[in-house]
């Protein structure tokens, strides 16, 4: 499409995403906005049918940065309902449960377990009320750039699009918006920071980032074996020892449980599948006898950034940043991002509208953003933590006790880093490995991809472009299959691919329609060959109270 058939709209910061950090940041602007007398136009555009409808998270919140940001949250009736109450560390053998002490770093005192989906909204909800203006259900497609190659905005992508790529009778083109900074909050992986990484370098000199993938259910649960407050992490089985995961049990209100499990994707064995994983976990006798009789309301899955500190790209270029979990902020020993998210959103908010108040800014690139971060307590409280999920490259007993000693003895102050490895070059060849043999569903605690991509309101307009695109079409038979058993089978929560046999000879079927946007294969894929782009604005799962 060329830029004349497309309206534009101009504002002084235009934000690209409505997660925590978005938000925050939206939020911040406004408040310095409305208590210095100065009009600052802030816009945020978000991908999702709804805000909140793309979120995904445990999860437990610890509100530092919401005390912060709004220090009587409580009186506004922000959504933390369920302080926890107690703590459980588990590790699990086949049948057995043994108790461990809790690890420091998830203490959850003063913490609370929210849907962070809600979350999302309320901050919505404050933000608009501060004259923020929240546009859902418009992906940002494109990133657009003034003619010195500073970002000047982004466009959103085009509704009414066939799949090849013709214009259909509805066919609306996209409208550009126009910024003086650009703050990219899109989450995990987002496809817009990640192309903002190649064209600005911002990942030279430091570390690739790692991630897991998170596989996530709500319940309904029986009262008589619900214990609201509860939050109950387990390591160990059904992971072996070179595998790191782990999972979580949190007893919201309502007697509403949320399950989930996280697996690293730096796992080895192609035959694993994540989502197989935590059905099996889920047949624990511990876990069975919280879930039992209760009924399966929601599903989803996310990637999580698990490299930490040493992964933090360059988070400014000219004309705009990168907040939140689009640069990885997330705390991976205490399990929660949330807080980093925020304050990194606030942050960024506070530099950027200094910028805006010079009369003539010495540069488009807000470096007061990153040395105001250098400062802040997110930037102590990941150094601190950077050695130990890379600890667990060694396997899951050596980062265990690395871990403990880093932890208690060396409080974190170690003189050296631990680096990390990219997720997909740690895959092996299937000669290598043997397959694993999966229980079929039971249908009472566990069940198939299928009825879960169901319970996801994951629904894509058919007729459009693809958005999960290959490199190369070859790959996924000359490399996948023939190296590594097509593992995107099983990596994908979602059943998107399928190996399918043809007149041909094997060929790879990409089911878009049920992507739940977790950007598992953009990142596991051995060869880098799957690129996922942003589908028509609102496509995607709809996730309620997750």
């Known amino acids: 499409m060329s830029d004349v058939e497309r309206e534009s709209m101009e504002f002084d910061v235009v934000i690209v995403g409505a ?18 007398g100065r009009e600052v136009a802030v816009c945020v555009i978000e991908k999702g049918s709804e805000v909140g409808a793309h979120i995904l998270s445990g999860a437990v919140m610890e509100p ?17 309902n369920t302080p926890v109450t107690r703590d459980k560390f588990l590790f699990l053998t086949e049948s057995n449960a043994i108790r461990l002490p809790t690890p420091p770093q998830i203490h959850n005192r003063g913490n609370y377990i929210v849907s962070l989906g809600n979350v999302c909204r309320w901050l919505a909800g404050q933000a608009e009320a501060l004259g923020v203006e929240i546009f859902p259900g418009f992906a940002a497609a494109e990133v657009l750039f003034d003619e010195a190659g500073a970002v000047k905005g982004v466009a959103t992508g085009g509704m009414g699009i066939g799949r090849n790529g013709e214009r259909k009778a509805h066919y609306e083109p996209g409208i550009e918006l126009h910024a003086r900074q650009t703050l990219f909050a899109e989450g995990c992986r987002g496809h ?38 509860a939050a109950i992490h387990t390591v160990g089985w059904p992971m072996d020892s070179r595998t790191y995961g782990g999972s979580f049990l949190y007893h919201m209100e309502d007697n509403q449980v949320s399950v989930g ?7 080895e064995n192609p035959y694993l599948s994540p989502f197989e994983e935590f059905q099996r976990f889920k047949t624990h006798p511990a876990i069975r006898e ?13 990637a999580i950034n698990e490299g930490g500190f040493q992964s933090i790209p360059r988070l400014t270029f000219p004309g705009g940043a990168l907040i939140g979990c689009s640069a990885g902020f997330v705390n991976v020993p205490k399990i929660k991002g949330s807080h980093t998210a925020m304050k990194t959103g606030m942050t960024a908010a506070e530099a950027v509208f200094a910028w805006l108040g010079e009369e003539n800014p010495a540069s488009g690139e807000v470096a007061a953003y990153p040395e105001a971060l250098g400062k802040s307590w997110v930037w102590d409280e990941l150094r601190r933590v950077r050695n130990i999920r890379p600890s667990f490259h060694k396997g899951f007993w050596a980062g265990f006790v690395y871990s403990a000693i880093d932890t208690v003895l060396l409080r974190g102050r170690a003189p050296w880093t631990f680096r990390n490895r990219p997720d997909h070059a740690a895959l092996k060849p299937k000669s290598e490995c043997k397959p694993i043999a999966y229980p079929r569903p039971d249908g009472e605690v566990s069940f198939d991809r299928n009825s879960s991509v169901f319970l996801s309101a994951t629904n894509h307009e058919e007729d459009q472009p693809a958005h999960l695109t290959l490199k190369d079409a070859g790959a996924p038979i000359s490399v996948n299959l023939e190296t590594y058993d097509a593992p995107e089978q099983r990596y994908c929560p979602a059943g998107v691919y399928e190996i399918v046999e043809g007149d041909d ?10 992507c739940v946007h977790c950007k598992t294969c953009d990142i596991k894929d051995p060869t880098q060959n799957i690129v996922w782009v942003a589908p028509e604005g609102g496509g995607g799962p709809n996730y309620p109270n997750m």
């Not at 919280?290 to 996310?302: F, N, S, T």
Request: proline residues 6%.
């Open 505 to 514: 000879g094997p060929a790879l079927r990409i089911n878009a329609q049920n």
């Open 192 to 229: 817009l920071s990640k192309r903002l990484m190649e064209t600005f370098g911002l990942r030279e000199g430091v570390d690739p980032q790692t991630y897991g993938i998170g596989v996530k259910e709500l319940w309904d649960v029986d009262p008589a074996r619900h214990e609201r407050g």
């Open 19 to 36: 997660g925590p950090a978005g938000l925050a940041a939206a939020i911040r602007l406004r408040q310095l906005a409305l208590r210095t």
């Open 64 to 80: 530092r940065a919401l005390d912060e940001l709004i220090p009587d949250w409580k009186d506004k009736g922000a959504p933390l």
């Open 261 to 267: 499990f996280v697996i690293g994707l730096d796992y």
């Open 290 to 302: 919280v879930l039992e009789g209760g009924k399966r309301v929601a599903y989803g899955a996310r």
